[in-house]
């Protein structure tokens, strides 16, 4: 058991300064020199709270009264999205949060990568920074007797009846309503994690930006739906700019959301975007940025850093289902695309074939292993680019990256403290930082991507 602080008690009120905000957001209140963690709240804001949790070295609190705001504080959206931790930056005006990714960055470059005077670009954000969500995987559960969809509290698997999201586009929303509605109407019952018992887990709504095609996917905890082929059919009526409905069947007791088998209901087993001009087909598994304008734009800065001249021989590790390799294929020689996922490279050639380009070469495997395969095949990059998972590079695959010594390294991240790393263990190779550039993919949530760009000095 923690030891507590001897100055501060749980349960009692306390007045201070936000002096700063960590990554997740939690304002930091010092009291003689002791911090509290605050959710809630902004710097410089004057703020009585509740002290919920004292360990010897920090502490939590509840914000009980803001004294005195700060001027960047907007009026919340939606309360349930404070409840559920999906919009937890609503408080804050856009503009500032802008600026809290791009200090995001700039700090786990200095703390954690070691760079100093170091310049991070201004945070490209969007013009209406809500709506924008692609893609929604809602929980189904049963509340008050009644199956609802929602989202679940924080830290807890108790679901919160919601109808709009806010940051979702709105006809997915109105989509999830409708499904949830029919299944009413058949008697479907709601996934229950204790006994592990009932017909649908989730329900998946993917829309694509340009084309508007929708995709449902019916998470079901059994091979079948009772009245299924009347559920099809009524889905099929009321929701006019569906393509694909698929039933995943997933019966084991997990938290991952998806099983490993699909059954095509009706329509496609995937459906259509755009991405960059690009047309790609997205499958149940597939990842796709759920942000199709600001990805387009991330991506945008990854083609522009990587200063093709149509003569260059290009890596594309962790490349999904070809999305950033395509566009970087009308750009250069050649390029070699490698992703783990089999189902992800089979969509990708696909794409590649609808696109009619032929200049990329895709291998399923572990980026750090197949890179081995094309340097003892005497491929050479002169330029790499990579987009990782949270986790980041495995070190064996920074180490045959160096040997190969490419020009460039565009490193595409979407966390920015295992990004600082890698780009450290590059830096200490003879690669030189030429730009970092912040993208908000996740407006009104902590999540920042960012653009790396690495030179050869």
């Known amino acids: 058991m923690s030891k507590q602080h001897s100055l501060f008690k749980k349960n009692e009120e306390y007045e201070g300064i936000v002096v700063d905000l960590t990554s997740k957001a939690q304002g930091v209140v010092k009291i003689e020199n002791y911090p509290f963690f605050i959710e809630g709240v902004l710097p410089d804001e004057f703020v009585r709270f509740k002290a919920t949790k004292i360990n010897k070295k920090y502490g939590f609190g509840r914000m009980m009264e803001i004294i005195e705001k700060s001027p960047e504080r907007v009026e919340i959206t939606d309360k349930l999205g ?10 804050m005006s856009y503009p500032a949060q802008l600026d809290f990714k791009q200090k995001l960055v700039a700090d786990a470059f200095y703390k954690l990568g070691g760079f100093e005077n170091i310049t991070v670009k201004p945070t490209i954000g969007m013009d209406h920074p809500w709506a924008y969500r692609n893609k929604a995987q809602i929980p189904v559960r049963e509340v008050d007797g009644q ?6 509290r924080k830290r807890s698997h108790d679901l919160i009846p919601i109808e709009d999201y806010y940051i979702q586009d709105p ?12 299944m009413r109407e058949y008697g479907v019952t709601a996934y229950d994690e204790q006994t592990l018992k009932g017909d649908l887990r989730h329900i998946i709504v993917k ?3 340009y084309t508007h095609q929708i995709m449902i996917v019916l998470v079901l905890n059994k091979p079948k739906l009772p009245k299924q082929e009347q559920i099809v059919e009524q889905i099929k009526e009321q929701v006019p700019e569906l393509v694909s409905l698929v039933a995943n069947i997933n019966p084991q007791n997990t938290n991952v959301i998806l099983g490993k088998e699909n059954k095509l209901l009706w329509g496609q087993d995937f459906y259509e975007d755009e991405m960059l001009g690009l047309t790609l087909r997205i499958s149940p598994h597939s990842f796709y940025q759920v942000n199709t304008p600001q990805a387009e734009r991330l991506y945008q ?3 522009n850093v990587a200063k093709l001249t149509g003569n260059e021989i290009v890596m594309d590790a962790y490349c999904g289902i070809g999305s950033i390799s395509l566009a970087l294929a009308q750009q250069a020689k050649q390029v070699y695309a490698v992703e783990v996922i089999p189902e992800a490279i089979e969509m990708a050639k696909v794409n590649a074939d609808i696109n009619e380009i032929n200049n990329v070469s895709f291998e399923v495997g572990k ?10 095949a005497d491929i050479h990059f002169d330029v790499v680019v990579v987009d990782p998972p949270r986790k980041g590079l495995a070190e064996s695959f920074i180490e045959t990256v160096i040997e190969q010594q490419p020009e460039r390294i565009v490193y595409v991240s979407c966390n920015p403290a295992t990004c600082a790393r890698d780009c450290k263990l590059f830096a200490d190779q003879g690669y030189r930082i030429q730009s970092i550039q912040p993208v908000d993919l996740f407006c009104q949530t902590t999540h920042v991507e960012c653009v790396v760009s690495l030179i050869r000095k």
């Not at 199956?147 to 679940?152: K, N, P």
């Not at 980026?367 to 003892?376: F, R, T, Y």
């Open 82 to 91: 404070l409840q559920n931790g999906t919009m937890t930056l609503q408080h």
């Open 147 to 152: 199956l609802e969809t929602g989202f679940y």
């Open 171 to 182: 006809v997915i929303d109105q989509t999830i309503l409708i499904v949830r509605d029919i």
């Open 207 to 209: 829309r694509g930006q």
């Open 301 to 303: 800065e990854a083609i």
């Open 367 to 376: 980026a750090e292993e197949v890179i081995n395969d094309w340097q003892e």
